[in-house]
């Protein structure tokens, strides 16, 4: 199984601002992604970091607000960027590769005042 | 496009019952089945993985069940116990994006 290790674990930040967060894998993986989860909801797929070329967002979100990296196969950042009180969710780093199950972050719980 | 559904969304129960959460979704073309463990503020911990080919997977006290054609899987957990409190969600990817769709979740609260 993989370790994952996501910076910071919480935050509480001015609107406007912009906060990144860390997620870095204990070993190499093929595929990571980032989700957001809004307070009493599910898990929503925010993108997919590939390694060495732009992510891959689903519908609804883009990279202006939601830029990501991914420079090699154990790390990646996911930015929130010019946040508003409606981007206080948890976001967490999930990894896995071809066929196997999926690994989780403890997530980052931000909150924008 | 996958959706999927979990039953009940809550679920009270006194220690030592054996209790069964359920999953539905509606693309039966699934790759795999993958539960999950969410306790409040905090990340998801994987408890059992089900590849499209498998009838079922178990790992100490849960018991996890799979029919791909009806859309359904269970999640069966054996004597609970009140560390077993958490939200349980499960997690479906398809063949075609190879992404994960999650259920709503059901959260779980078992009394001593």
């Known amino acids: 199984s993989a370790v994952i290790s996501q910076k910071p674990s919480r935050d509480i930040c001015q609107r406007g601002t912009s906060l990144t967060i860390q997620c870095q894998v204990d070993?190499?993986?093929?595929?990571m992604f980032w989700y957001r989860q809004q307070p009493g909801q599910s898990l929503t797929l925010i993108a997919t970091a590939n390694q060495g070329s732009e992510a891959t967002y689903e519908s609804g979100f883009v990279i202006d607000k939601f830029p990501i990296s991914r420079p090699n196969l154990t790390f990646s950042t996911l930015t929130v960027s010019n946040m508003s009180p409606e981007d206080s969710s948890i976001y967490l780093c999930s990894v896995e590769d071809i066929g196997t199950q999926a690994f989780f972050g403890q997530g980052t719980r931000l909150t924008v005042v | 496009k996958q959706e999927v559904t979990q039953i009940p969304a809550a679920l009270s129960v006194p220690e030592g019952e054996n209790l069964v959460l359920n999953c539905s979704f509606t693309?039966?073309?699934?790759?795999?089945l993958q539960w999950f463990r969410q306790d409040p503020g905090k990340g998801l911990t994987s408890l059992l993985l089900i590849q499209s080919s498998q009838r079922e997977q178990t790992s100490g006290r849960l018991n996890a069940s799979l029919d791909k054609s009806s859309g359904r899987s269970t999640l069966y957990i054996a004597a609970s116990q009140p560390g077993d409190s958490a939200t349980y969600l499960c997690?479906?990817?398809?063949?075609?994006?190879?992404?994960?769709?999650f259920g709503t979740g059901t959260r779980l609260l078992v009394s001593p």
């Open positions: 693309d039966s073309a699934i790759y795999n």
């Open positions: 997690a479906v990817k398809d063949t075609g994006f190879q992404k994960l769709v």
């Open positions: 070993s190499q993986v093929t595929m």
